[in-house]
Nanobody
Framework: QVQLVESGGGLVQAGGSLRLSCAAS????????MGWFRQAPGKEREFVGA????????YYADSVKGRFTISRDNAKNTVYLQMNSLKPEDTAVYYC????????????????WGQGTQVTVSS
């Protein structure tokens, strides 16, 4: 089992920045690819970005490319999502996910996930 706990969400004005963290415990963190997904009210959970075990492969959704950056620190068992130039449409609950294999954009291919952290962007 892998336990994931997200933090760093909050209320920010449009154009602002937030950095989300996802702390992992349980199994060897460096074995896992990590993904970020988000879910807005009334919408399906959508892919934001993902990073492989080493950080050498990172993939972003088109909607966040150039504004969001994913990174990880395997020594700290933590993955980060730096969000810049935030827009009201980025408002959602953000979740981190883990899977033992390569990165994926499909939420159903992940094995573990956290409870989420709320991000609200005001206009």
């Amino acid at each position: 089992q892998v336990q994931l706990v997200e933090s760093g969400g909050g209320l920010v004005q449009a154009g602002g920045s937030l950095r989300l963290s996802c702390a992992a415990s349980g199994r060897t963190f460096s074995n896992y690819a990590m993904g970020w997904f988000r879910q807005a009210p009334g919408k399906e959970r959508e892919f934001v970005g993902a990073i492989n075990w080493s950080g050498g492969s990172i993939y972003y959704a088109d909607s966040v490319k150039g504004r969001f950056t994913i990174s990880r620190d395997n020594a700290k068992n933590t993955v980060y999502l730096q969000m810049n130039s935030l827009k009201p449409e980025d408002t959602a609950v953000y979740y981190c996910y883990a899977r033992i294999a390569t990165i994926s954009t499909d939420v159903y291919e992940y094995d573990f996930w956290g409870q989420g952290t709320q991000v609200t962007v005001s206009s």
